[in-house]
């Protein structure tokens, strides 16, 4: 049986995988936030989050895997202002599926692009379709093990929008995102600001479920 290992930022990235695939199994893996086991089509995946940016990705797959492949995956904020939210976006090798994506180069950066003038000045410089923080790390971690590397991606917020808040600003010491922060944050402009987080946050769950069809029809 094949074994897949694939990497988001946060546990919820993976919500839409897991209502497809199943909860599945604990998976011991200590250097990680989260981390599963499920198995389905006959392949063994392993999903583990560690938190935003490259560091963390790297704290997570310190130590070396036998695995078949390393997928990076999650939510992505698109340049191409053509992409809408829940597109799926994929860099390299594409999988074999009667699902529908868009196949384009993914830039990683270790912040959130959180203006459109941001994401637009990113699509200039770098011809990119979407903009997202781990995949290069997953990408570094994958020729160090001398596996296959896959980014499959899936868009969360469109190109021409700004993001309600600063994600960067709400990053604690290890680089991960403090809810308490955004909380607070929240609750300083509660009229403005709660609104535009819960629409964040409808539009990821909605991204979410898209990112499980896929990858559910997808065969490597």
Not at 114 to 139: D, F, G, I, Q, R
Not at 181 to 194: D, H, S, W, Y
Request: aromatic content about 8%; proline content about 6%; glycine content about 8%.
């Amino acid at each position: 049986m094949n074994t897949w290992l694939v990497v988001a930022a946060e546990e919820r990235e993976f919500d839409g995988i897991r209502e497809q695939f199943g909860k599945g199994t604990p998976l011991p893996w200590p250097e990680a936030k989260f981390s599963r086991e499920v198995i389905n089509h006959d392949v063994r995946w392993w999903l583990v989050a560690n938190g935003p940016g490259p560091t963390l990705v790297k704290q997570a797959l310190q130590q070396r895997r036998n695995v078949n492949g390393l997928i990076s995956t999650g939510y992505c904020g698109a340049l191409d202002p053509s992409l809408k939210i829940g597109d799926i976006v994929v860099s390299g090798e594409p999988p074999v599926t009667n699902q529908p994506f868009v196949l384009g180069h993914i830039h990683s950066a270790d912040r959130v692009a959180v203006t459109a003038k941001e994401k637009k000045e990113l699509w200039n410089a770098t011809k990119a379709v979407a903009v997202e923080m781990e995949a290069a790390a997953v990408a570094g971690k994958a020729a160090e093990w001398g596996v296959p590397f896959r980014c499959i991606r899936v868009v969360s917020d469109v190109a021409a929008e700004d993001l309600p808040l600063d994600f960067n600003q709400m990053r604690d010491e290890a680089g991960r995102f403090a809810l308490h922060r955004i909380v607070l944050q929240a609750i300083a402009r509660p009229f403005n600001m709660i609104p535009a987080l819960l629409r964040l946050n409808r539009n990821c769950r909605y991204a979410g479920k898209k990112l499980g069809v896929f990858f559910a029809d997808c065969r490597f």
